[in-house]
């Protein structure tokens, strides 16, 4: 499938949503950026905005990056209309072609699956060499399907947190994790639905 057809997806994806007037941002973001001091932050695959508009709201600079130009549209509209547009900068980028460029204190990538071709381990890959010294890439997957995921394939198959790094093939002198785990937690789908859900959480840190 090609480029044309992934925007013609996620765009379908994010009109068929009414506009979130509120995002709510990830349980994961949330619990392990809370104590850091704010940077400059990069979020992958955006969507409706919640992290990067809770992430600008403590002083982050953010860039948040999607492949929908609807989600990157609604977006800035969001951040303009909380005073925050000086902080989140909204861009529709393709993660196929070059990672999005310059040197961040923080890389979140929530949820960053696609029924389309994408070297995911070249995207984490790239984004770990794209953190400062002491700098966090936090990855969180599927654990399990969820009643309202896209993908209801009952034989997919959901890497661990630590398959996914070992996938990265990062150097231990440069690069630590932090975190690899499975917690789970009860979560709300678009339609207001609730179910308990299985994250895998990786976070890893540039230690040189």
């Known amino acids: 499938m090609n480029a044309t057809d992934a925007v013609t997806f996620w765009d379908g994806v994010y009109a068929a949503r009414p ?10 973001l949330t619990e392990t950026v809370a104590d850091l ?13 919640g992290d990067a508009l809770w992430l600008a709201g403590r002083g982050w600079r953010v860039t948040a990056a999607d492949l929908s130009a609807v989600a990157v549209e609604r977006l800035t509209a969001l951040a303009r209309a909380r005073g925050l547009g000086d902080r989140v900068t909204a861009v529709r980028h393709d993660l196929r072609g070059p990672f999005p460029y310059g040197a961040f204190d923080l890389i979140s990538a929530h949820y960053l699956h696609t029924p389309f071709d994408l070297d995911r381990a070249a995207v984490l890959r790239s984004a770990a060499h794209g953190l400062r010294r002491d700098g966090r890439l936090l990855v ?4 399990s399907t969820a009643p309202w995921s896209w993908n209801q394939d009952p034989g997919v198959r959901h890497p661990s947190p630590r398959e ?8 231990a002198a440069t690069w630590t994790v932090e975190r690899a785990d499975a917690p789970r937690r009860i979560a709300t789908g678009p339609d207001g639905r609730t179910a308990e859900v299985t994250d895998h959480v990786l976070l890893i ?3 040189t």
Not at 166 to 171: E, N, P, R, T, V
């Open 19 to 28: 506009p979130a007037t509120d995002p709510r941002p990830n349980a994961r």
């Open 37 to 49: 001091p704010p940077g400059d932050a990069l979020d992958l695959g955006c969507g409706d905005g």
């Open 140 to 143: 969180v997957d599927h654990g």
């Open 164 to 171: 996914v790094a070992a996938d990265l093939h990062l150097d």
């Open 205 to 207: 840190r540039r230690v």
